[in-house]
T-cell receptor
Framework: DTGVSQDPRHKITKRGQNVTFRCDPISEHNRLYWYRQTLGQGPEFLTY????????KSRLLSDRFSAERPKGSFSTLEIQRTEQGDSAMYLC?????????????????FGPGTRLTVL | SQQGEEDPQALSIQEGENATMNCSYKTSINNLQWYRQNSGRGLVHLIL?????REKHSGRLRVTLDTSKKSSSLLITASRAADTASYFCATDVRDSSYKLIFGSGTRLLVRP
């Protein structure tokens, strides 16, 4: 257990429905990242937050995707009008900029992921 | 797009043997990290090596980094069945985000 939690762990939805995932990072971490992983591939970066500010979004993050981190703590990732191609594992990670020791900068700690299946 | 490429894509060894996985990447980096992922689970951080380091050890793990060749290797000594997993290298690009770019991974099977 890395200390990063994600909810739900699994989500099955029908095409066209909206889904929302939640990530709770390690409490003192100020950076939060979202990645997507498809079967047999490594994770791909989607977006990241420094505190509550969303500082970068990948081109993978279409207009149907939106992420928030309203108080600089937990984050949500919403997918609107889901498509079958959205089926993947959505991973959240957190890190502490300027941290030391076990929670040093650069090391990202990942949650268990949310597996999305779009039928 | 994936920056790193792991080699081999799959590796099957006997318990007690050593496992070596290689990773190549394309752009300048601040550091390179190795992660382990058990089937359908999240990623577990194994080790981080900075661009100014050449070798690092952690328990049964040994990581090397050659920035001139843009490559890294992960050696697991005296492997155990519990080491069966996918292993990914990840690099962070030289910007302020520290976002990670992963390879496609090496699937390691350790036979008891």
């Amino acid at each position: 257990d890395t200390g990063v939690s994600q909810d739900p762990r699994h989500k099955i939805t029908k095409r066209g429905q909206n889904v929302t995932f939640r990530c709770d990072p390690i409490s003192e971490h100020n950076r939060l990242y979202w990645y997507r992983q498809t079967l047999g591939q490594g994770p791909e970066f989607l977006t990241y937050f420094q505190n509550e500010a969303q500082l970068e979004k990948s081109r993978l993050l279409s207009d149907r995707f939106s992420a928030e981190r309203p108080k600089g703590s937990f984050s949500t990732l919403e997918i609107q009008r889901t498509e079958q191609g959205d089926s993947a594992m959505y991973l959240c990670a957190s890190s502490l900029a300027g941290g030391r020791g076990r929670f040093r900068t650069d090391t990202q700690y990942f949650g268990p992921g949310t597996r999305l299946t779009v039928l | 797009s994936q920056q790193g490429e792991e080699d081999p894509q799959a590796l099957s060894i006997q318990e007690g043997e050593n496992a070596t996985m290689n990773c190549s990447y394309k752009t300048s980096i601040n550091n390179l990290q190795w992660y382990r992922q058990n089937s359908g689970r999240g990623l577990v951080h194994l080790i981080l090596i900075r661009s100014n380091e050449r070798e690092k050890h952690s328990g049964r793990l040994r990581v090397t980094l050659d920035t001139s060749k843009k490559s890294s290797s992960l050696l697991i000594t005296a492997s155990r069945a519990a080491d069966t997993a996918s292993y990914f290298c990840a690099t962070d690009v030289r910007d302020s985000s520290y976002k990670l770019i992963f390879g496609s991974g090496t699937r390691l099977l350790v036979r008891p």
